[in-house]
């Protein structure tokens, strides 16, 4: 092969690097324009062609959204167990392929009636029963593939270039932010040229566009298989990390030694987990160094579930140590996915002409995608350089920092949704459906929110894959989309009990079938009263975090043990 190998990790100069990154940057812009073709516009498909009300078609969306980030909690274990990232990656974008061809053909034969209905002004026939079935159907196996594929691409990606070069390490990091450009470039088309579409009656042809994506995005992902770095999958983390818990507690009396000295530990470089390197002790969570304490018993039977690596304990201890940041990031989520059903539902209601054109609500996101993209080339090349002289870091701030400053901004953005829906309530005339407030007041919320992801989900990202150990990559990338997920269900949940809270007698709640009977205003200051309870918790969690510490390793030592291994395609 040529190359020099570690544990799992291979490096050549045929392998790997930013070619094959390219080609994966190129997959997920391709593979984002072909599920924000579904997904930007589907609120309006709810209420326009399915005939549902204003609260039941923004639960449904936040759902359906929660279900697609849900799902890559499922692509990153089988990605981590069993396939690897490349068979994973490939089998999810079949899936979603295979979504959106029968969403196109659904859309065609069933729910389409008559021809161009949906459009605002031409109301939809109901729709049958199988119809409804088929669609349903579809939309949630696009949500399986695109969430399953997207966490684990970003980790294939993050391996295309070598930890042990610290050039490598930094063109990692700066992969993750060309990753979140990638998808918001993809997303662009979709929330602008597809979306007018959509919102004109065509919504077949927008869906036909969106399969188009998902095949010409398979086929660049196929064309790079002979040049992408691959990693052995770990196998499944689950019986280690319960392993070391039932450890812990079959020892429970026994006193652990200080400093962790004599804690048990494979000697030389290899780790018990494969594909993995080892993960030095830290002073955290010391009740699990039990499951690494060794007794007499232990000398005559090693059995996993009385006697766990030191490596193994860390793994646990990883993630246990992710979770209160990780939990701090839902409120984030629910900020976020208020521009796939709320604010496209606000944006409906407002004076949308410019001259004869009518500009279709979904496609006000066009500010929030310039804006990421703005502030990315902002980030990389005005922020970094300036705070990595004042902090001597040369990311510029830490992940962590990056993912605090996010709350904020995205605390901003909720007030300006909050204050442009005063004005639009004010702005209402008796017996008109919109107010005359121009929907272009809504682009402050919308750049808020793209210059709040630049820095919470690319933080994110870069937080959970690089804190994460060796077996568990994939499911570090994951928890940034499984944040999202939860934080669509935390607002279905809120929209439902704002409703069952306000929704009395006459009084119609804040978010009715009539916007403009409503305080939709109320809703968005109460998710800002909620992201200020969150980020002084974010803060709390964050000053006491500490980062994993793994073992350094030698090349040249590790290349004569042999201990890499290859995942085979």
């Known amino acids: 092969m040529g190359a020099f190998q570690f544990q799992g990790f291979i490096t050549g100069n045929a392998t790997g690097g930013w070619k094959s990154a390219n080609l994966l940057l190129a997959n997920q812009g391709l593979a984002t324009l072909a599920f924000f073709g579904v997904g930007v516009n589907l609120v309006l498909f709810l209420t326009r062609v399915l005939s549902q009300d204003n609260a039941n078609a923004a639960n449904s969306v ?49 729910l389409i009636e008559p021809k161009g209905c949906g459009d605002r002004t031409t109301l939809c026939s109901p729709s049958s029963s199988v119809g409804l079935g088929v669609f349903y159907a579809s939309i949630y196996l696009v949500a399986f593939g695109y969430g399953g594929h997207q966490p684990t691409l970003a980790t294939f990606g993050a391996d295309q270039f070598d930890e042990t070069n610290p050039r490598a390490m930094n063109s990692k990091a700066v992969f ?73 507690f079959r020892k429970w ?13 494979l000697e030389g470089s290899q780790s018990a987990i494969k594909g993995s390197r080892k993960i030095l002790h830290s002073n955290e969570l010391e009740f699990l160094d039990k499951a690494a304490t060794m007794i007499e018993a232990d000398m005559d039977d090693p059995n996993p579930w009385r006697l766990c690596t030191v490596t193994q304990v860390e793994e646990a201890k990883c993630v246990i140590k992710m979770l ?44 929030d995608i310039f804006s990421v993209l703005l502030c990315t080339g902002i980030y990389r090349q005005i922020l970094v ?16 920092q990056r993912m605090g400053i996010g709350l904020i901004i995205g605390l901003a953005a ?27 007041w809504q682009t402050p919320q919308y750049v808020l929110v793209g210059a709040s992801e630049v820095f919470m989900y690319v933080g994110q990202l870069e937080f959970f894959n690089g804190q994460a150990p060796d077996g568990i990559k994939s499911l570090g990338s994951s928890l940034c989309m499984a944040s999202i997920s939860l934080g669509n269900y935390v607002s279905t949940l809120l929209v439902s ?44 969690c964050a000053k006491r975090y500490k980062p994993i510490n793994l073992e350094s390793f030698d090349k040249e030592k590790d290349q004569e043990d042999g201990h890499a291994v290859d995942e085979g395609k």
């Not at 705070?387 to 510029?396: D, E, I």
């Open 176 to 248: 993750f932010s060309y990753f979140y450009f990638a998808l918001n470039v993809g997303s662009l088309f979709s929330n602008t040229i597809l979306v007018y579409f959509e919102d004109s009656g065509k919504w077949t042809l927008g869906f036909l566009v969106s399969t188009g994506s998902a095949v010409i995005a398979l086929v660049v992902f196929l064309c790079g298989s002979s040049g992408y770095r691959y990693i052995k999958p770990c196998g499944n983390p689950l019986p280690r990390v319960a392993q070391v818990f039932v450890a812990a």
């Open 385 to 400: 350089p300036i705070s990595g002289k004042l902090t001597g870091n040369p990311k510029g701030m830490s992940e962590i």
């Open 414 to 440: 909720m007030i300006a949704a909050g204050l442009t829906e005063l004005g639009r309530l004010r702005r209402v005339s008796p017996n008109e459906e919109a107010s005359s407030l121009s929907i272009f």
């Open 324 to 367: 209160p940041i990780w939990l701090c990031t839902i409120i984030y989520s629910v900020i976020f996915t208020q521009m796939a059903s709320l604010f496209v539902e606000q944006g409906d209601v407002m004076n949308r002409k410019i001259g004869n054109f009518e500009i279709p609500a979904a496609s006000m996101s066009a500010f």
């Open 497 to 540: 009990i704002v409703m069952g809270v306000t929704a009395r007698g006459d009084n119609p709640g804040w978010i009715p079938e009539d916007l403009n009977t409503g305080h939709l205003d109320r809703f968005y200051f109460l998710i800002a009263v909620l992201t200020v309870i969150d980020f002084v918790i974010y803060v709390f």
């Open 253 to 265: 009396d026994v006193v652990v030694p200080e400093n962790g000295d004599g804690l048990y530990e």
């Open 62 to 110: 936040s759902k359906w959204t929660g279900t697609v980030y849900l799902c890559s909690l499922i692509g990153a274990f089988l990605s981590d167990s069993y396939w690897g990232r490349y068979l994973t990656c490939a089998i999810f974008q079949v899936i979603l392929l295979l979504g959106l061809l029968l969403l196109s053909l659904s859309s065609w034969l069933f």
